[in-house]
């Protein structure tokens, strides 16, 4: 093929201006970007060439190379793995496939700083390359092609790159970058095998760079006064040196690695610049083996919400990569967890597929999830400091005082996630129950304002036997919501639970610990023995008084209300809206309307005070109709939801009003 030039993609295009005219706080991941991509290419070719081994040709040993040359300002970067067709070479650097790219690309803020901390989550790969260089060539042959079908590839990272066909003997891929002026540092054995240290240390193949060696000046003019030796300088000695420990970091014995190595492997696993807040590294024996290396991160990714996010397992068979994103390896609710699964018995050639079904699979994932739930459980017990009693001082080890907040941090970033497992680990349900935590309505709730279900269930008044909650849009809705006046009265606390993803969580978890879950805008109200008989009695007059009037109401909305009757949970507010107890919320109806899915049509009950001067006003009054109207609309809107006719609402107000 003669040469060929071809358009960037447009959001290529985009990136590369990005990564060109922005990237400059952190410069030396595109080493790192690089030398993963060979790393990858090299998985590759080891997985292919399982069916296949004439895919080795002469070179079975993977690795990669780091060359430089100062006076050509270029720094290469080589691997023996799979290499590129042309067109794959024109697919793969020409565009960007991957919608997790693309999503990331509506997310750039303009902000330096915050976007360069998008990319390395994201991660831009091979263009990264051009934060140093101003040009790159790619050369490179795949695996099992003839010598003749190599492929050159020239970008300046604008509009558009070329490319061509070459000869080229040995197969995979090297990666010329022309270095710009101002990052000629780069051709430096030092600040080279510095940053390979720094990211690429744990990558289980050998990265190699050519031996230097110190070499005095040349003696000039001996017998002159000026004579001396001209200056000395490092030379290259021809042989090549393994730069990295090249030693799966997960393989070594816990004692032989320091805080600081994990750290810096699970920067190196999920591209996070942040440190983990804890991790597991367990070898499990039994009847199915394997090694576990499980991290928490710090913080939440930018597409933690997309629920198609694959999980951040790296799967390990010997030692030998066999894939990312092992879903199969660790639940949807627990993708936030990055790792890596080294399994013993697993085939190499297990694809994703055979993982669905595989034993060995499942009995990993469980094992997987519970450690992770045990990580949970262990932060969540040493979140808060132990509170003082007079006369006794709790000595707490410098390890368990680390520990302290980290659950509540955890849980602000990754707790509305967790909860999905309510609903698809009913095995677990329990466990997960007790992670959960809840704002309240009680004052005495701590700071933050989070309490756990166990602790409410302490603080639970004589008398009373279930846990009620509410749900709501936001906090203040929640705790402004009519629903929850009598309960201030009466000094009842309620959970106020404000994640989207409550409501359906809730639909899973009937009970905690024996004490039933109770939402307090769902069935008939019923305080049980809180409620003393007087009250009781009282409430049963009232709506008996009140039955004419009921009846009429009933009749006015028999549109809009599946049924209108007289209530005690009241005490400032004229009426209220709530669902029949098997009834599915306002709030979810809404919100799965909001979402495009088709919600059944809820009616709610309409639930009024009759001690409240409006609803007194029912009786007899000329303008009955636009009243009763205006009672369930304004109750909708206190509960977050917009009346079906605005307007007609507003034109009965006005009307009243005037
Ligand atoms: N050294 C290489 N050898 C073979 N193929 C490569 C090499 N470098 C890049 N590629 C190909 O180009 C594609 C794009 O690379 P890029 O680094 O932009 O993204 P990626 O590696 O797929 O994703 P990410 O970097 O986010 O993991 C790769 O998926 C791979 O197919």
Redesign the pocket.
């Known amino acids: 093929m003669s040469k060929q030039t071809h358009a960037f993609q447009a959001e290529v295009a985009q990136l590369l201006h990005l990564v060109t005219h922005s990237l400059y706080s952190n410069q030396e991941i595109f080493l790192r ?1 690089l030398i993963s ?2 790393s ?2 090299c998985d590759k070719l080891r997985f292919e060439a399982l069916n296949n081994t004439a895919l080795y040709e002469d070179a079975p040993e993977l690795q990669v190379r780091l060359s430089f040359d100062k006076a050509a300002k270029t720094l290469t970067i080589t ?1 023996n ?4 067709t042309a067109q ?1 070479a024109i697919d ?2 020409g565009t960007i496939a ?1 919608s997790g790219t693309k999503d990331f690309m509506s997310k750039l803020s303009g902000d330096q700083k915050s976007d360069a901390q998008l990319i390395g989550q994201f ?1 831009v ?3 990264s390359g051009f934060i140093v260089a101003e040009k790159i060539t790619v050369e ?1 042959r795949r695996a099992g092609a003839a010598a003749a079908e190599g492929v050159r590839w020239i970008s300046g990272g604008t509009g558009d790159f070329e490319v061509e066909t070459i000869t080229r003997a040995e197969r995979g ?1 090297s ?1 010329i970058l022309h270095l710009r002026e101002e990052a000629l540092d780069y051709a430096n054995s030092w600040k080279l095998k510095e940053i390979v240290g720094k990211y690429s240390d744990h990558i289980s193949l050998p990265i190699l760079m050519e031996k230097e060696e110190w070499k005095d000046g040349e003696l000039i003019e001996p017998n002159n006064e000026e004579g001396g030796r001209q200056p000395g300088g490092m030379v290259k000695t021809g042989e090549w040196e393994t730069i990295n420990k090249a030693s799966a970091l997960w393989t070594r014995p816990k004692k032989d690695i320091t805080e600081e190595q994990y750290a810096d492997f699970y920067k190196q696993i999920s591209r996070d610049f942040e440190a983990p807040l804890t991790w597991t590294h367990n070898r499990v024996e039994g009847s199915t083996e394997y090694t576990q290396l499980l991290y928490i991160p710090g913080k939440a990714p930018q597409d933690l919400w997309n629920r198609d996010k694959k999980a951040g397992i790296k799967l390990y068979v010997k030692r030998v990569f066999i894939m990312d994103e092992a879903e199969a390896l660790m639940p949807s609710y627990l993708r936030f967890v990055k790792g890596v699964v080294d399994s013993a018995d697993l085939p190499l050639n297990v694809s994703r597929e055979l993982l669905q079904e595989s034993r060995d699979v499942k009995a990993i994932r469980e094992g997987c999830t519970k450690r992770v739930l045990s990580m949970l459980e262990d932060l969540a017990k040493h979140d808060k400091a132990p509170e003082a009693t007079e006369g006794v001082t709790d000595v707490l080890s410098e390890e368990d005082k680390a520990k302290i907040g980290q659950y509540s941090k955890f849980y602000a970033e990754f707790g509305a996630v967790l909860k999905e497992g309510l609903g698809e680990d009913f095995g677990n349900q329990a466990r997960l129950s007790k992670l959960l935590r809840f704002a309240s309505s009680s004052d005495t709730v701590s700071v933050k304002g989070m309490t756990s279900l166990a602790d409410y269930k302490a603080r639970m008044k004589e008398g009373q036997d279930a846990i009620y909650y509410i749900t709501a849009d936001t906090l203040a809705a929640a705790k402004n919501s009519p629903q929850l006046e009598v309960f201030k009265k009466k000094g009842i606390e309620v959970l106020l639970m404000t994640d989207r993803v409550d409501e359906w969580a809730l639909n899973f978890v009937h009970e905690f610990d024996g004490t039933p879950l109770q939402s307090v805008a769902k069935g008939a109200f019923d305080l049980g023995k809180l409620q003393d008989e007087e009250e009781k009695k009282a409430a049963e007059d009232a709506a008996e008084t009140f039955k004419p009037v009921l009846a009429k109401l009933k009749e006015a909305l028999k549109d809009k209300a599946e049924d209108v009757r007289v209530t005690s949970r009241l005490v400032d507010s004229p009426a209220c809206l709530v669902v029949t107890d098997d009834g599915m919320s306002m709030q979810l109806a809404r919100m799965l309307k909001q979402a495009g899915q088709s919600a059944p049509e809820v009616k709610p009950v309409l639930e009024v005070n009759p001690e409240h001067a409006l609803v007194k006003k029912l009786d007899g009054s000329v303008h009955f109709h636009d009243l009763a109207h205006i009672l369930f609309d304004q109750a909708l809107l206190a509960e977050g939801g917009l009346p079906a006719d605005p307007a007609a609402y507003v034109k009965r107000v006005n009307a009243l009003l005037s």
């Open positions: 970007e991509n060979a990858d290419a691997d793995g799979i290499g590129m794959e793969h650097l991957k991660g790969g091979f263009y490179t891929t990666v």
